[in-house]
């Protein structure tokens, strides 16, 4: 048990340093995306801009509304990093960290949780910006949920298990991706929604809500907002390469798999506009709902099939 606190203690410090360097990778495509460099004053190409961002954020005056909730403002963005860094003990690794059978439920129920911190996040800060932010990131998420779920359940009827570890042991010599290619592009938009992320960041809409659910969050609040998204970005472009790609986790192909999933977030922050909410959600609830129905529909059929034949 103790190996494997000490891994999971290794791996969130790694995790917490990919983080700084997403933020980095970001910035720095969307300036080649835009025609500008972006940062490369600081250290060898502006390597070392993130931890330039954290001392400066973590400096600032940490301040709070007269009239917020105080106690639910303070913690929401603690219990959110809190999440997202919970989120990665199902890191199937070979080695020392916990091997959970049922690690594909752990996965759902820790992601259902997101929306907490979010709702108390807006409702907490006292503002009607914050508010109707949290509203809208709490409304898409809950969505979008549907469909990871459904989409998870096809591929745990394929596989018989609930354990990440066999999702690698079944792509070892075709990978799912191609097998269930709208499957795979569903996921990718249901990410991008659960995320918040470009062009599904309503919870952000800066244009109408100057900056949704965190308008009042500055210094280390914000701070931690803020690597809580992007260490979920990780997370799930993790999981993404486990469902789709395959390969061992030891593997130094899987972490190039997993920058190009990242890479493609960030490709779709530069490249779309914000959609129409209303867009969104009939996306979710009448494109995404019944393709990811009738693909588990087909493969409750197709294992039945096998099974009796």
Same mark, same amino acid.
């Given at each position: 048990?103790?190996?494997?606190?000490?891994?999971?203690?290794?791996?969130?410090?790694? %995790?917490?340093?990919?983080?700084?360097?997403?933020?980095? $990778?970001?910035?720095?495509? *969307?300036? &080649? +995306?835009?025609?500008?460099? =972006?940062?490369?004053?600081?250290?060898?190409?502006?390597?070392?801009?993130?931890?330039?961002?954290?001392?400066?954020?973590?400096?600032?005056?940490?301040?709070?509304?007269?009239?917020?909730?105080?106690?639910?403002?303070?913690?929401?963005?603690?219990?959110?990093?809190?999440?997202?860094?919970?989120?990665?003990?199902?890191?199937?690794?070979?080695?020392?960290?916990?091997?959970?059978?049922?690690?594909?439920?752990?996965?759902?129920?820790?992601?259902?949780?997101?929306?907490?911190?979010?709702?108390?996040?807006?409702?907490?800060?006292?503002?009607?910006?914050?508010?109707?932010?949290?509203?809208?990131? %709490?409304?898409?998420?809950?969505?979008?949920?549907?469909? $990871?779920?459904?989409?998870? *359940?096809? &591929? +745990?009827?394929?596989?018989? =298990?609930?354990?990440?570890?066999?999702?690698?042991?079944?792509?070892?010599?075709?990978?799912?991706?191609?097998?269930?290619?709208?499957?795979?592009?569903?996921?990718?938009?249901?990410?991008?929604?659960?995320?918040?992320?470009?062009?599904?960041?309503?919870?952000?809409?800066?244009?109408?809500?100057?900056?949704?659910?965190?308008?009042?969050?500055?210094?280390?609040?914000?701070?931690?907002?803020?690597?809580?998204?992007?260490?979920?970005?990780?997370?799930?472009?993790?999981?993404?390469?486990?469902?789709?790609?395959?390969?061992?986790?030891?593997?130094?192909?899987?972490?190039?798999?997993?920058?190009?999933?990242?890479?493609?977030?960030?490709?779709?922050?530069?490249?779309?506009?914000?959609?129409?909410?209303?867009?969104?959600?009939?996306?979710?609830?009448?494109?995404?709902?019944?393709?990811?129905?009738?693909?588990?529909?087909?493969?409750?059929?197709?294992?039945?099939?096998?099974?009796?034949?």
């Amino acid at each position: 048990m103790t190996i494997a606190m000490v891994s999971y203690l290794m791996l969130i410090v790694c %995790v917490l340093v990919g983080v700084a360097f997403v933020t980095l $990778l970001e910035r720095k495509i *969307l300036g &080649y +995306i835009q025609i500008r460099k =972006g940062p490369n004053k600081l250290g060898v190409m502006g390597l070392m801009q993130p931890f330039s961002d954290a001392i400066k954020l973590f400096m600032k005056e940490q301040t709070f509304p007269k009239l917020s909730n105080f106690l639910p403002y303070y913690l929401s963005p603690v219990f959110s990093l809190f999440i997202s860094l919970i989120l990665w003990s199902v890191t199937p690794l070979d080695f020392g960290l916990f091997s959970l059978e049922m690690g594909v439920l752990f996965f759902l129920c820790c992601l259902s949780m997101g929306v907490y911190p979010l709702m108390s996040a807006g409702w907490s800060s006292n503002c009607k910006y914050s508010l109707l932010g949290s509203l809208r990131g %709490v409304a898409q998420t809950i969505s979008y949920e549907v469909s $990871l779920a459904l989409i998870l *359940l096809s &591929y +745990i009827i394929l596989i018989e =298990g609930f354990n990440f570890v066999k999702l690698s042991i079944f792509q070892d010599y075709i990978w799912f991706f191609w097998l269930t290619f709208p499957l795979s592009m569903i996921w990718f938009g249901s990410c991008l929604a659960e995320m918040n992320r470009t062009p599904f960041d309503f919870a952000e809409g800066e244009s109408e809500l100057v900056s949704g659910f965190n308008t009042e969050y500055s210094s280390g609040g914000f701070v931690l907002i803020f690597m809580a998204e992007y260490a979920s970005i990780l997370f799930m472009s993790m999981v993404s390469v486990l469902l789709f790609f395959g390969g061992s986790l030891l593997g130094l192909v899987f972490y190039l798999k997993l920058v190009l999933i990242s890479f493609a977030f960030i490709w779709v922050r530069g490249t779309l506009p914000r959609m129409r909410y209303d867009k969104l959600m009939y996306l979710a609830w009448k494109s995404f709902l019944p393709v990811t129905l009738n693909y588990l529909i087909f493969f409750v059929g197709l294992k039945t099939f096998l099974f009796y034949n």
